[in-house]
């Protein structure tokens, strides 16, 4: 399990063919779901088969909470005595934040303005050299952590963003209570760093100028007692999900649009149509991309992402069984078990993407005919734990990819692109990093609009695109 990661419940699915199986660990046990049809009623017993648990006591070991905090945290995280507390009103406080409507849209003009000015600055150098994942790891941590915190962004100190990093390095060891291996001692460290300048910021009410998502954070907390120091805590390792899925994703995006020409081309077209020409207040012209036109009018770099997604996807939906129950009253599961749903499993099947689903195809989903069950695609999860921030972050990573292929080349410094690979991936991340960062070199396009600064807009409201396939039943 260890060494084959997720590939291990591919090999065990194509081995025995079983909806659902039991692997038997030591002291408990753990349901696989393979069944598309499973998975559904699984996330429909959301009582029985509950995730909060879970994630609640994974939040405090992480965060390393106070025993204040960590106690009103762990108080009726399945609503056993109703729908009150901490866990079970969290998702219900920061979902409207990050819903299709004002508070995305505002959150998204400051996030595109950021990427818009980071990448028209880019262009005033003749070649930037650097290493691509990092590069990118650093242009969407800035912009989405600005977007977020607003001007006072805690994350424009260096030191910030390296502490970030160091934390997530240590985010396996402490899930796992390992807490005095190295990586656990020193992502413990980077938390003390990062929670003393949330702390600051809080204190400072810098969060008033900041999105509708962290206010919204800060006043359920708030509600909930919990203490300024905990609240500091919990917002930086929230980091992990603002930004460890955008990032690889990101640089995914990037890694097979430049590598291969023919695609390059084509999604260059794409973008090219849907870009006007708009004077600015000094009378320059500046290419100016409508994000919502991209997503309705560029399908093979929107087809490029979702394939990204389906094939990079590493995440395993968990759950904890609460109670005996049977399940689709054929498959009895036993109280304190977990039950897995790895995405890998229903990403590469051929019986549902055909038999090059293990191959990577830009142009999978803009093919014509009949479409894969969208069940089967399942890159933000599903159910009651379904990716609230899948919105922000497609258009964050749609934006930022169309305006890097239209304003810059990108050669490997080695000469030629090289698949990387991703066997580091740790087995709570859904989204892996290449094993091995490698150079390049940014040059700007030479051409009609050379030197032309981009900006965007969003016309309307951000118009969602389908992303699961809840996406598609509302
Ligand atoms: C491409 C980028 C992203 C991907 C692939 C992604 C993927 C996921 C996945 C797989 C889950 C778990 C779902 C499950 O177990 O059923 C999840 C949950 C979550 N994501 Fe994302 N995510 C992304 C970006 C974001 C961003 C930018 C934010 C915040 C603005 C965010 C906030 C969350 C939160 C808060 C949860 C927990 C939901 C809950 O427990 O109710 N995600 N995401």
Request: aromatic share 10%; with cysteine; charged share 20%.
């Amino acid at each position: 399990m260890s060494r084959k990661k997720t590939n291990y419940y591919i090999m065990l699915r194509d081995k025995y063919k079983l909806p659902i199986y039991t692997l038997r660990m030591p002291g408990s046990r753990i349901y696989v779901v393979n069944s598309p049809a499973l998975i559904s009623v699984v996330q429909r017993q959301h009582k029985a088969l509950a995730f909060m648990p879970l994630a609640a006591k994974a939040s405090v070991k992480v965060s390393q909470f106070s025993k204040t905090a960590s106690e009103i945290i762990n108080t009726n995280t399945n609503g056993e005595d109703g729908d009150w507390g901490y866990v079970m009103t969290f998702h219900d406080a920061i979902q409207p934040s990050l819903a299709p409507g004002t508070h995305l849209d505002a959150m998204n003009r400051v996030m595109l303005g950021l990427v818009a000015q980071s990448l028209n600055g880019l262009k005033e150098r003749s070649h930037t050299t650097v290493k691509l994942f990092d590069w990118v790891q650093h242009q969407i941590t800035l912009a989405t952590t600005s977007s977020a915190y607003g001007p006072s962004n805690p994350y424009k100190d260096p030191s910030i963003e390296a502490a970030f990093r160091t934390f997530k390095l240590g985010m396996s060891n402490l899930i796992l209570g390992l807490n005095s291996t190295r990586t656990a001692s020193e992502g413990m460290r980077a938390m003390e760093i990062g929670a003393a300048a949330f702390e600051k910021y809080f204190i400072a009410n810098k969060h008033q100028e900041g999105s509708a998502l962290v206010q919204a954070r800060y006043s359920h907390s708030m509600s909930h007692h919990i203490p300024l120091n905990d609240i500091s805590r919990s917002e930086f390792s929230h980091g992990i999900a603002l930004l460890s899925n955008t990032v690889p994703n990101t640089f995914w995006m990037l890694y097979h649009l430049y590598s291969d020409p023919e695609l390059l081309e084509q999604c260059r077209k794409e973008v090219s149509d849907a870009t006007t020409v708009i004077d600015n207040n000094e009378g320059e012209p500046v290419q100016t991309l409508d994000m919502s036109k991209v997503k309705t009018s560029c399908p093979v770099l929107l087809s490029t992402y979702k394939e990204v997604l389906r094939f990079y996807s590493t995440s395993i939906s968990a759950r904890l069984v609460m109670e005996d129950h049977m399940l689709d009253n054929e498959y009895l599961l036993k109280k304190g078990s977990t039950v897995m749903m790895p995405n890998p499993v229903q990403h590469h099947n051929s019986d549902v993407w055909g038999p090059d689903n293990d191959s990577f195809d830009p142009r999978r989903f803009a093919k014509p005919g009949k479409r894969p069950n969208p069940a089967c695609f399942r890159a933000f999860g599903g159910g009651t734990t379904l990716c609230p921030g899948r919105h922000f972050a497609t258009t964050e990573i749609l934006a930022f990819t169309a305006v890097m292929i239209m304003q810059f080349d990108i050669e490997p410094a080695r000469s030629k692109w090289v698949q990387p690979s991703w066997n580091k991936v740790e087995f709570w991340e859904a989204t892996p990093s290449p094993d091995e960062d490698f150079g390049v070199e940014i040059r700007s396009v030479k051409g009609r609009t050379q030197g032309r600064n981009w900006a965007f807009v969003l016309s309307d409201s951000d118009k969602p695109i389908e992303l699961s396939a809840e996406d598609l039943a509302s």
